[in-house]
């Protein structure tokens, strides 16, 4: 029984300690690959970043306040392929789209604090046999200084 319960608080450690390594290892990528491109706007704090595996795909509520000036991207490691992300507002009203529009950073201001909601797309592997690992998947927002 005692056994069966360090087994336990073992495989949950292990679990837990993996979870903060990707994470970190996530971070330490946007620093180096995704931050340089959001310039000349400052990072915020918003910044959120998970591992994805191929045909995932995940939605986030942001917050985006009255007279800021924003742009939000989403950076992908490039082992994931053409991740692409939409902007829909809170009635669904979709209010950007990478694919439509080519980018991975959309620049914006809103006249009213408002809540958006961040979609995520990465896409399917199109080869079945093939192993493609997990990769990072970021969404950061700036600011620029008026």
């Known amino acids: 029984m005692i056994q069966k ?6 495989a949950t450690t292990l679990l837990t300690a993996a979870t903060l390594f990707a994470s970190a290892q996530c ?22 970043s998970a591992k ?13 306040y009255a007279g800021q000036n924003y742009r939000l991207m989403v950076c992908a490691e490039s082992i994931l392929g053409d991740v692409s ?11 950007y789209s990478s694919k439509k529009s080519g980018s991975k950073m959309w620049d914006f201001n809103v006249a009213s604090t408002q809540a958006f909601i961040v979609q995520v797309d990465v896409p399917a592997n199109d080869t079945p046999n ?6 990072c998947v970021s969404i950061i927002v700036g600011f620029k200084k008026q």
């Open 5 to 10: 319960h360090i087994k336990s608080v073992i």
């Open 27 to 48: 971070k330490n990528i946007a620093k180096k690959q995704c931050f340089p491109q959001l310039a000349p706007y400052i990072q915020n704090g918003q910044f959120n």
């Open 52 to 64: 994805f595996a191929p045909g995932e795909n995940a939605e986030i509520q942001m917050v985006f």
């Open 85 to 95: 992300f939409k902007i829909i507002d809170m009635e669904k009203n979709e209010l």
């Open 130 to 135: 093939e192993i493609i690992p997990d990769g």
